[in-house]
């Protein structure tokens, strides 16, 4: 009973010191008050050699980098489980109005003797043959990037959301087809491109707890939660984007050396660390990834390290949890996660009214990586001068800053799909 007030009492102190650091963050979003650094050079190691070449990047700078971001940011990750299995749960080679075909697949994976099952929804083009995909996860299960009623709801726990009908953490009809908005799904098969998708909160339920999802699995005896540099929950979805390609390597119907990873906000984190640490992906999209994604963390604009770890304890690896309030003290910063992308090609995108985000923080970001993508005679951000809005670059390194909010628009796709098009072919 004693040990138990305790306890409680510890957690209690516990929140209100959380409760008073959040009362306390006030975003800065005043240019003159982002503080003086350095930014480190991605062509230069963390002793100070100088990378001069392809083979110095992949041999000593790459490395050294793909550690940090592993040991210091998103935690490791486990290779493949004991198993995997795949299996066609439903298609039809009519769907959306026949333009498409359509593929529902459930993943098993199994390891310790605990499985975990997830379903991948997948439009196809008709009558090309083996087609590139975009691969991106969803908030809210695949049932509402869709309004096609054969589309199967996720079981798995989701955060409520009462405008999409979500209560008591259950995915319902009700919000099928809720956002449709975000994935220009007949453009892209009309473009020649398939779409594969899945809900992240099967892989990982988006809270505070490591007692669901993937984790579990992977546990030690008596384990009950990641070492501190073991995968929080970014890398856990990371690591599911490269079992939903293992899956896509064996699927006939799918040109695996394109796969072009995708997500936006907490996902668009995940797309680019699983670009980062997956070279299978053949491009990678960050769409309004922000603080711990493509926006420099040294510049404490909008959101910072310390409101993130804060408000989302279980995204980063614990050990991140040391570089809250203490940026001066990381020794790479966000443009050197985009560098370890390179030579495949990488967009970043931002909106001017996300300034939580950090648009200018992400565009810079995009603009220091581009030193290793010269390393192999491509081409990046030539400029440190930001675009006017609307006028996205399209190299590859790609960005834009689009007019509007934190979301995914119809604009972002039809640039998406344009870049993509190009990139892809010269590979
Ligand atoms: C919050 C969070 C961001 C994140 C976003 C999202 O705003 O602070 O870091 O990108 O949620 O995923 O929607």
Redesign the pocket.
Known sequence: MKKLCLVISFSFLINCLNAQTEKAFVPNYDESKVPKFTLPDPLQTFEGARIRNQPDWESTGRPELLSFFTQQVYGEVPGSPESASSELIESSDNALDRIARRKQIKLTFKENGRSLDCHVLMYLPKGIGQAPVFLGYNFYGNHTVTTDTMVYIPQAWSRNNASFGVEDHKLTARSRGVRVNRWAIEEIIDAGFGLVTIYYGEIDPDRNNFQDGIHPLFYEAGQQQPSKNEWGAISAWAWGLSRVMDYLEEDQDVDSGKVIVMGH?????TALWAGAMDQRFAAVISN??????AALSKRQYG?TIAR?NN??PHWFCRNFHTYSNNEASLPADQHELIALIAPRPVYIASAVDDQ??DPKGEFLSACHATPVYELYGKKGIPTPEMPELDAPIHNTVAYHIRSGG?DVKEYDWKQYIKWAKVELKAK
């Open positions: 906000s907490r996902l668009g984190k309004n990834s922000g603080c711990g994604g959101e993130i408000h989302f939580w985000a934190h």
